[in-house]
Nanobody, 120 residues
């Protein structure tokens, strides 16, 4: 089994910053792409940012220039640095990872989600 554990969410004022972390653990051979998604109330889950194992990155247009995704391959951890936060960034943020298990089976895993609230 593989688990993804997120941390770093919370309540923050507009314009401030937060850093989310997500660590993968368990029977892992290799973690390939890792990503952050978010889902606001009443809306569909959307991709925020994604980083490959070779650190190629992509971002949703709504967060370009404000959010930065990074990863530590040795720790199987992905981060999301969120700067200049806006009220519309309020959502549950979910970590996603494409994991090759020790049995060499490829599966996409999800974290439990961490809530980010941007409000004055």
């Amino acid at each position: 089994q593989v688990q993804l554990v997120e941390s770093g969410g919370g309540l923050v004022q507009p314009g401030r910053s937060l850093r989310l972390s997500c660590a993968a653990s368990g029977r892992i051979f290799r973690v390939n792409a890792m990503a952050w998604y978010r889902q606001a109330p009443g809306l569909e889950r959307e991709l925020v940012a994604r980083v490959t194992r070779s650190r190629s990155k992509m971002y949703a247009d709504s967060v370009k220039g404000r959010f930065t995704i990074s990863r530590d391959n040795g720790e199987n951890t992905v981060y999301l640095q969120m700067n200049s936060l806006k009220p519309e960034d309020t959502a549950f943020y979910y970590c996603n990872a494409d994991v090759l298990s020790s049995d060499l089976l490829g599966t996409a895993y999800w974290g439990q989600g961490t809530q980010v609230i941007v409000s004055s």
